[in-house]
């Protein structure tokens, strides 16, 4: 595969002057270690010489596409990428130099990770748990204080003391989530064949935000129910294994209140005016710093129906157009909405 990427003005080598060059990528092999290692590099083609000399890359780009083959080698042995480590650091708002240091290794040990080294097993290892266990980051700052200015470790000491708080938060509100299924636990037509799956809530909330402007919270509980009937109603399990019930203002999952709590989207509390009073609203919008998990393709088919759907619908249309479906107009308050009602669906 060899794709154009954009045609830019610069010197050209072959030519000796500056002209419109085309910037091309291309899938090659290169080596890695000893290794055979695909990856997909970037160069500039002139078509103006007359020679079979018409290809280069500048020594920024062939630094990009060494980074590039030295990620897809860790890919294959399933070591952190350096784009995976960086963000590993910024989670602590760290330098190059001070993660280095936390991590009681050399001051350009992580500038190399993130440029030119591929690092061992063992520093790989330790980074992962870094990431995944805030407590830890804290204790390796502290077993290697000495490293630091004071200040500037109590810097590091509160950045990564938010993040332990910030992770407890959510933990217990997943807890909460956890509790309120309970009743649910199994596979049963009630969360549609599938347990409640936190993951694939947190890829579908921000993907959603992602895509929907002016999207608020009574809205946005709309929209899951749409999907994950719609997806029931073509796959016979929903997506999220969420659980719904018939409430006045339309159908809504349980734990809506903890749902809209996940750390993918980020909630905006406003104050409008409704009927001479002001009243709370959560505008919802997606947290581009947390990563979510990949959705399926025929995951998105049915999301993207969905969003193309409500898009212009403001929170009054999209609550009297559910309030006319046969699953809530055949449900009292309150009442479990069963994945059967699925097939009634007017999308």
Same mark, same amino acid.
């Given at each position: !595969? ?5 045609? @830019? ?23 890695? =270690? ?25 020594? #920024?780009? !062939? ?14 042995? *399933?070591?952190?990428? /350096?784009?995976?480590? %960086? ?16 991590? $009681? @290794? ?10 030119? /080294? ?5 520093? *790989? %290892? ?6 995944? *266990? ?10 290697? =204080?000495? #490293? ?14 938010? @993040? ?47 895509? !929907? ?5 009574? %809205? ?24 719904? /019930? ?21 909630? *905006? ?6 009927? $001479? ?15 979510? =998990? ?54």
């Amino acid at each position: !595969m060899d794709v154009l990427i954009e045609k @830019v003005k610069i010197d050209c080598p072959f030519c000796n002057k500056e002209h419109i060059l085309e910037k091309r990528k291309r899938d090659t092999v290169g080596i890695v =270690k000893g290794e055979q290692i695909n990856f997909e590099e970037e160069y500039f083609l002139c078509n103006i010489t007359e020679t079979d000399e018409n290809e280069f890359v500048t020594a #920024k780009m !062939m630094d990009e596409n060494l980074l590039k083959a030295r990620d897809e080698y860790r890919k294959k042995h *399933d070591l952190l990428t /350096s784009t995976q480590i %960086k963000e590993i650091r910024e989670k602590y708002k760290l330098t190059q130099a001070e993660f280095s240091f936390l991590l $009681g @290794v050399g001051e350009v040990t992580i500038t190399r990770y993130e440029s030119k /080294s591929i690092q061992e097993e063992a520093y *790989d %290892k330790l980074m992962r748990l870094i990431d995944k *266990d805030a407590l830890l980051a804290l204790d390796y700052l502290e077993r290697n =204080k000495s #490293k630091f200015k004071d200040v500037k470790f109590r810097k590091i000491e509160n950045n990564i003391k938010e @993040v332990i708080n910030k992770d407890t938060y959510n933990y217990l509100n997943i807890q909460e989530i956890y509790t309120k299924y309970i009743e649910y636990e199994g596979k049963s037509i009630c969360n549609g064949f599938k347990e409640i799956d936190i993951d694939k809530i947190e890829s579908v909330l921000k993907y959603v935000a992602q895509r !929907m402007n002016n999207l608020y919270k009574v %809205k946005l509980m709309k929209i899951l129910w749409y999907i994950d009937f719609i997806y029931y109603k073509n796959h016979k399990k929903s997506m999220m294994g969420l659980v719904y /019930s018939h409430q006045r203002m339309g159908v809504l999952p349980i734990g809506f209140d903890e749902i809209i709590k996940l750390p993918s989207i980020i909630i *905006d509390e406003q104050m409008k005016e409704y009927d $001479g009073e002001y009243k709370s609203c959560y505008h919802i919008l997606p947290n581009e710093q947390y990563k979510t =998990k990949k959705l399926l393709k025929e995951e998105l088919i049915i999301i993207d129906k969905v969003l193309n759907k409500f898009a212009t619908y403001n929170t009054d249309e999209i609550v009297n157009y559910m309030h006319k479906e046969k699953a809530y107009q055949d449900t009292k308050q309150n009442d479990i909405i069963k994945y059967d009602l699925a097939e009634y669906i007017s999308l």
